[in-house]
């Protein structure tokens, strides 16, 4: 599919620089740039690259043209057009309805006819699939599972026990929804198994990032709200709530019980222990542990950045000495 | 099925309060209670709950009885008591044995036929399965491996080259058992890799988490005692030894070549380097980095507690100057 | 396959110790020696094993062959002999061309005759597989993918979108490759996800560990480049690079638009944030959170050991107290 700039900028309701009549089919970086594709320009340290680009047209604010010596489309947040125009420009792909052969399906699930199954997955009996799903090749959805409207299951992705998930969200291969958590009890012989009993809520437009995994509640439900976006090997521990719209970067880990409020930006590797509540609109920087609740909006840390060893053995070692100065 | 809470108290043991005749057919929190419903009380910060929890009884301590105004079952161990009663009114499904169609069995296999086999679940010439074992959907087992009665794995995890797992061990989705370590040597033109020619083995009892991975040994054997517990996400290094009830949660990475002793807990992103001996009875708490041996039971900790980010910096700020005060 | 120590030590042009017909059929460790079982010895504190291993042979440095009772071939760099002496006793399985019955192969794809697929593995129209490749059990291989020739893919791997894999490179069960990366821009109605249309590009002699995450380009490509060791449980967001040589450890994780050199070393656990340049030859220790650029090839630290924790407490306070002081 091609646009012209034109068409592009009226689209969005931009200004332009340039001849209107530019092709535009692809997106690429400036570095990449060639005829026919479309770049964006958001920092200001990348402005060689601007300068010399090959791109046919570039996203950019207006204060940058001076830069620009091919097309523009002008606009205050070119991060947010680039991520518009990416998406009319390379859509997800549509989806074909159709069971593919090599698909497992037990009689009594409930699959709509305009969702696409891919092959070499399973489903089984008690789960309902909903109008324009799409379930890739080698999952495995057994249980009591729903899923609704227009979502998408890569591949390889395994959703077991009692789980809903809803509309446009989108799971990468590799997660794991809904298998049992940590549940066991000490006993004079060791640890005694507590069989998991609750299931996980998945919300409307969520993302699940490769290889996460979410356990199912220990009695009641795991939730994840709508729009929640979980980056790649993340752990949700059983009873964990998200709120709506949190995001979590990659290797976070996060215990039971954990209670995360709405617009939260939560940093990779941060660890955040069972039992706490977390409000609204806290941000948690990389690698922090949390050990107690958090009760005010705001920006928390927790890790030390790196030195060179040779300095960080000497602050290691003052730090240590620290008891007997 | 439904138990009185008459015959729930015989069957454990236990005094009652209030009607034996009350019927109780399932388990919930003391939020979500209803009628026919058994809860349980084990945190006094839940006063309020148990106050006006609509389940039809609780389990609780002697103590707390006078808050309770709903039929109760009375322990000293309302936990464990818990984790009996989930048991018994939420069993693990039962087995039916058979081998679905779908599932690639190789003819030099061994299968009980007292197993089950999921849809899509691959299993190579070589591989022993006894008795009522349960294999979910779409897994791989392929190779050296045996799998000793009554274990379950539940959908989506691969065991591969050679591999031994006891009795009644739960391993969840995701799970990879046996694949290669991470063994290389430096040469002239990079690193070399090792082949890697040990195994797996497995004890009785054990639970591994979902997405958590056990690499085969080098030369010999990686080993997990019986009763261990592993939550998900946690890398297990080559030749590695985890000695009995030992319990290790989520996202920790223990290299290459630990040896770590019975009874130990290790708490989540708990890091261990190579080669490093843990005895018996040691807890470790939270994202600690152990860098040598620990040779006396007890408590060892390592990571900071995160602060409101302002101050955080401060003190990084002031940890860093330490070196020319 | 059986071979003699005088065969060994010519075959390598290393001086031998004891009877050269003494015959070699595997390896074992010092400890797990017995007739026909060749060892190694490297470090000094296993002088004891040594002494008392019941190997047939050791592989030993010049200076330490005084405690050595059995045969022995003699090399300045016995971790390096082994490593070539493990295969040749214990070679990669020999690939037998053929396709499994039960894998799905859609019919535009491309896969060379002297390739291997394993059962239940899929593969879709627009992958081209080359010579001598082996697909195991389970994967998903599904996209504009190529694999070039003497690849090896072990088992439940998943690889989509657009990727491109090297030669000699081996890939272990529950990898996932070129799935979307974390991609979104903030609206005033939450996250909105940017569609991610780069791809991933593997190089030669690569090995990926259990579980690793490789995210595809957000517009242009992730790329891992010749001779990388990646170990498992690794994040690697989009559009990073990791230099030739380069070798990172469990549960790492690398944020998007990193730029790793070559030659180096990363150790467990490091946390590297996004649009961070990282010089060749530098080496980061365990558990380090890398911040900001480096510059210049070293090593570099960032963790506090551990302590016991009424130590670790009062250090932490102390931490904390420093401000007012």
Redesign the interface.
């Known amino acids: 599919m091609t646009y012209t700039l034109g068409d592009l900028a009226a689209r969005y309701g931009c200004d332009l620089l340039g001849d209107p009549n530019i092709e535009i089919s692809h997106?690429?970086?400036l570095?990449?740039g060639q005829t026919g594709s479309l770049s964006f320009f958001s920092s200001r340290s990348y402005v060689k690259k601007l300068r010399e680009t090959k791109a046919s047209a570039v996203i950019i604010r207006p204060d940058d043209i001076e830069h620009c010596s091919v097309g523009a489309i002008i606009t205050d947040d070119p991060?947010?057009l680039?991520?518009k125009i990416?998406?009319l420009l390379?859509?997800?792909r549509v989806i074909n309805p159709g069971i593919?052969?090599?698909a497992?399906i037990e009689k009594n699930s409930n699959i709509s006819d305009s969702c696409y199954i891919?092959?070499?997955?399973?489903i089984?009996d008690g789960v309902k699939i909903n109008e324009n799903v799409y379930i890739?090749?080698?999952?495995?959805i057994?249980g009591d599972i729903e899923i609704a409207r227009n979502s998408r299951l890569?591949?390889?992705i395994?959703i077991?026990n009692s789980v809903k998930i809803g509309e446009r969200t989108?799971i990468?291969?590799?997660v794991?929804i809904g298998?049992?958590?940590?549940?066991?009890?000490k006993?004079l012989n060791?640890?005694?198994?507590?069989?998991q009993?609750g299931g996980v809520i998945i919300g409307d437009?969520v993302?699940i990032?490769?290889?996460t995994?979410i356990?199912r509640g220990s009695?009641?439900n795991t939730v994840i709200e709508?729009?929640v976006?979980l980056?790649?090997?993340i752990?949700i521990?059983h009873n964990t709530v998200i709120g709506?719209?949190t995001?979590i970067?990659?290797?976070a880990?996060i215990?039971g019980s954990v209670n995360i409020g709405k617009n939260c930006m939560i940093a990779?590797?941060v660890?955040i222990?069972g039992h706490i509540e977390i409000c609204d609109d806290v941000r948690?920087?990389?690698?922090?542990?949390?050990?107690?609740d958090i009760k005010k909006p705001?920006?928390?840390?927790?890790?030390?950045?790196?030195?060179?060893?040779k300095?960080?053995?000497?602050?290691?070692a003052?730090?240590?000495r620290?008891?007997t100065n």
């Open positions: 997106f690429s970086t570095d990449s991060y947010l680039y991520s990416v998406e390379h859509p997800l593919s052969e090599s497992a891919g092959p070499l997955t399973s089984s890739g090749p080698g999952c495995v057994h890569h591949a390889n395994t077991i989108q990468h291969p590799g794991v298998a049992d958590g940590f549940g066991n009890v006993t060791g640890w005694k198994k507590i069989n009993i437009d993302e990032g490769s290889n995994t356990d009695i009641e709508n729009g976006r980056d790649n090997l752990q521990g709506e719209h995001a970067a990659s290797s880990a215990a990779g590797q660890g222990v948690i920087n990389g690698a922090a542990v949390v050990t107690k705001g920006i928390y840390s927790g890790s030390i950045p790196f030195e060179d060893d300095k960080w053995k000497k602050l290691v003052k730090f240590k620290s008891l």
